[in-house]
Structures are given as C-alpha cells and as structure tokens.
C-alpha cells in the first residue's frame, strides 16, 4: 500500500507544478516517486522518507541550477530571441490608428493588434512603433 501513496503524492506534486512553474515540485516529485520504488523493494518507511528526502534534495541541489540556466532570456545568454522575446524590441508600421483601445500594426511582416503603451497616445497610421511588450496576442507599442 505505501508504493501506492507514494505515486499518489508524486502524481499530486507534478500535477501541481504544472500550476506554479517553479521547477520546486516537480524535483519533489521525483523524491516521492523514487520513494515507492524503495517502498515496492520491501524499505522500512523510514528509509522510504530518507530516499524521498535526500532524491528530493539532489533533485533540488544538482538538476534546478542547470534548468535555471537553460530558462534565461536570450538576452542575457546572448542567443538570437525567438517567440514572443523577439517581438518585444521589435519596430513596427501602424496600419490602424492605436490607441489605449485598438489599433493594427505590421511587426516583421505579421499582423499583430495593437495598444498604446501610453494610454494617453493616439499614433496614427504610417507612423513607426517599438514594441515595449506583449500581452497575449496584442503588442502594447511606443511611438517610435
């Protein structure tokens, strides 16, 4: 029976970690799942909590720092951005009025809608923008 709650922890910690992305839980749950298999070779549950302890802070100590790393913006490890990095910086053409409410910007020859950074800015049409972020699916742009 302690194999099985030890899957069910592990299960509820990585199901959880899809919810915080913190790359904490989910090195809990590999404890917890290396804590079953000493549990089905037949381990005290004492030894059960000290594999899940010590996995877990292996998992914690050696594995997160190198994921870290890997999760830096291109930025800052110098790599060319991709995604949503490479549009944030990115200049565009305006092609509809932008405004705190809409707008229609032409950002590396894709459509993208638009709001001005400035809520208090109106960019007309023909004008060049810098995108400043990207929330969701709308670039908020700058007068450029």
């Known amino acids: 029976m302690e ?3 030890w899957i ?3 299960v509820v910690l990585a199901v959880a970690e899809m919810f915080t992305a ?3 839980l989910i090195m809990l749950a590999a404890g917890a799942f ?3 298999l000493a549990a089905g070779l037949g381990a005290p549950v004492a030894v059960q909590a000290l594999v899940f302890a010590a996995v877990s802070a292996l998992s914690l100590v050696a594995v997160r720092p190198i994921v870290r790393r890997h999760q830096r913006p291109a930025i800052e490890t110098g790599d060319t951005p991709f995604g949503l ?3 944030e910086g990115a ?3 305006v092609l509809e009025d932008v405004d705190a409410d809409h707008g229609l910007v032409k950002i590396d020859g894709e459509l993208w809608t638009a709001r ?3 809520a208090t800015q109106v960019i007309p049409k023909g004008e060049r923008v810098r995108v400043v972020e990207v929330k969701g699916a709308t670039a908020m742009v700058w007068r450029e």
């Open 3 to 5: 194999p099985v709650l």
């Open 8 to 10: 069910v922890l592990g």
């Open 22 to 24: 913190t790359l904490v």
């Open 34 to 36: 290396a804590a079953a």
């Open 85 to 87: 990095e490479a549009i």
């Open 91 to 93: 200049s565009g053409l």
């Open 116 to 118: 001005a950074y400035d």
